[in-house]
């Protein structure tokens, strides 16, 4: 770091300004808030742990973490399933390789506010439809209950961001030597044993970039739960982002607010280290 040239600081100066401004400094007045009183305005009172005390005894905030967990885990097995069957798919010899490309990317493009109509109007209006015309009741009234209201966020969440996980796994199969793929044809290995044995242990990093941000992705959703089910019914899909939001602004409770997204960063935090801790140590034995 001594060695560095004096362009090479005045370049990362404004980066390192600009996260401290953004990031640092208000996560740093954020947790001794959340000590406090504190109204968005004025903090008069010392509370000490008061507020974390209470959001542990709070029954929605406890059920926003739990729905939340039970959404990070199968989306994340969800999405990287199928960002790596689409990378396979995408990097085989085919002369339409750069249209499904592209095809499957395009929706994480879309905006997750309206993503989350588009599919609101697909669960309610086309899966109506189909109801009326086929006869299955169990297509009506997608949202109205809580698992289908999970499963719709799933599906939403996997449809929008499977193209861009794709395109983390098709950066690492397509780094894989060739003449490895080809000595073990020749000595007669299967597609199976060939993606085991090859393809699999050289794309783990892949995995573990993978894992992390659809870890941190699933935990902090919330605009397209605000704009699918607005955390309906009852406030029984709504995740942990949209319970602080609804804290701080609804009721007007910040420094309560600010206590829970404190105890929230700590659990992203431990979950998501504790993963590339676990995948990086894997990546080694294999």
């Known amino acids: 770091m001594k ?19 953004v990031v640092v400094i208000p996560f740093i ?10 109204n968005g305005l004025t903090a008069t009172e010392f509370l000490g742990f008061q507020n974390y005390i209470n959001l542990f005894q709070e029954d929605e905030f406890m059920q926003s973490i739990w729905f939340t967990i039970k959404f990070a885990v199968v989306t994340v097995l969800l999405l990287n399933v199928f960002g790596m069957g689409l990378a396979l798919i995408v990097t085989r010899n085919i002369k339409s390789n750069n249209l499904l490309r592209t095809v499957f990317f395009m929706p994480n493009l879309i905006g997750g506010l309206i993503l989350g109509f588009i599919w609101q109007f697909i669960f309610i209006s086309v899966f109506g439809d189909i109801a009326n015309l086929t006869g299955i009741e169990g297509l009506n009234g997608w949202l109205s209950t809580t698992n289908t209201g999970f499963w719709g966020l799933v599906i939403l969440t996997a449809w929008q961001m499977a193209g861009y996980i794709m395109i983390i796994y098709i950066a690492y199969l397509e780094n894989i030597p060739k003449d490895l793929i080809e ?11 060939r993606f085991k044995n090859i393809t699999f242990p050289l794309v783990a990093p892949a995995f573990t970039i993978s894992m992390f941000l659809t870890l941190s992705m699933s935990f902090k959703i919330y605009d397209q739960n605000l704009s699918l089910t607005n955390g309906g019914p009852f406030n029984s899909t709504q995740m942990v982002s949209m319970e602080i939001v609804r804290t701080a602004f609804s009721d007007n409770q910040m420094a309560y607010a600010q206590a829970k997204a404190v105890i929230f960063f700590l659990i992203v ?18």
């Open 3 to 21: 060695n560095r040239s004096l362009a090479f600081w005045l370049f990362l100066t404004p980066v390192i300004l600009g996260l401290g401004i």
């Open 29 to 38: 007045y954020g947790f001794i808030y959340s000590f406090t009183n504190w």
């Open 183 to 193: 000595a073990a044809k020749i000595d007669g290995a299967s597609s199976f044993q």
């Open 269 to 286: 935090a431990v979950v998501a280290l504790t993963q590339v801790y676990y995948n990086k140590k894997r990546e080694v034995e294999m």
